[in-house]
């Protein structure tokens, strides 16, 4: 499933955020987007997943103009994780996997034995058997956001977009969660602020800066001691790592 975004421009109250974007996701591939905070990374992922609609340019999923498809198609092809979830009712673990069904359900139209089966499989592929009675609001983070990839496996989608997935996690619940998408291969789009997550389990980097896209590449070629500086303006020192064999980055000071 190939996600491409050509030429996207979205303002807010005539200020630009995002200007001229073009970004391409090959399938099967762990796709990061990087950046300083407010740089964009967040809009161009909601115009992605229909959230919001671009000023100029066009989202294509497949060979389908993401606009000319029901929102119903759109959400078996494609599934979200935010960073947060603000729910009115607390709703049980397994309630919330269900809602993964839902595009796939007419008006009135009984849920199945196949249905349960793939919630029952998505629980498991997070590890999350014997929660299924938990109620969300009661979970740790950690815990919250494997429900929520679990949510976006019983969408059966092909692409799973991830908003800054980590943040408010600590560092061992960080690890699990990266771990976890890594292991689905599925194609993913995340958004990151940690260089050095981006660096281990990403396969390819677009780096978005004042709302344009100012380099991409894979990790070894975009996590350079220079590039950082420019972009993040830190001064950093860069070493290839000698286990995980990808960039790693201690920071030192800021500009």
Same mark, same amino acid.
């Given at each position: 499933? %190939? ?10 109250? #005539? !200020? +630009?955020?995002?200007? $001229?974007? &073009?970004? =391409? ?46 929102? %119903? ?10 960073? #947060? !979830? +603000?729910?009115?009712? $607390?709703? &049980?673990? =397994? ?161």
């Amino acid at each position: 499933m %190939k996600l491409i975004m050509e030429d996207i421009c979205h303002s807010i109250m #005539e !200020t +630009s955020i995002v200007e $001229d974007i &073009s970004i =391409q996701i090959e399938t099967g591939k762990f796709i990061g987007i990087i950046g300083p905070n407010g740089s964009g990374k967040s809009t161009i992922l909601k115009i992605a997943s229909r959230i919001l609609n671009p000023d100029k340019g066009s989202v294509q999923l497949d060979n389908y103009y993401l606009d000319q498809l029901p929102f %119903k198609k759109t959400a078996q092809k494609m599934a979200v994780v935010s960073q #947060e !979830t +603000s729910l009115t009712f $607390d709703f &049980s673990v =397994q309630e919330i996997v269900w809602m993964g069904r839902y595009p796939y359900k007419k008006l009135f139209q009984s849920d199945t034995a196949e249905d349960e089966n793939i919630v029952s499989e998505a629980l498991e592929r997070v590890g999350l058997n014997g929660y299924e009675n938990r109620n969300f609001m009661s979970l740790s983070g950690g815990e919250k956001q494997r429900v929520l990839i679990a949510r976006a496996l019983a969408q059966q989608a092909e692409i799973i977009i991830l908003d800054e997935p980590t943040n408010h996690l600590d560092i061992r619940h960080q690890l699990q969660l990266m771990e976890l998408v890594k292991k689905l291969n599925i194609t993913v789009v995340a958004a990151l602020h940690d260089l050095n997550i981006a660096s281990m389990y990403c396969d390819y980097l677009y780096v978005i800066q004042d709302g344009r896209s100012v380099m991409s590449g894979t990790p070894e070629n975009v996590l350079t001691k220079g590039k950082i500086r420019k972009v993040f303006g830190v001064e950093t020192e860069v070493i290839m790592h000698p286990v995980t064999k990808k960039p790693h980055i201690t920071y030192l000071t800021h500009i």
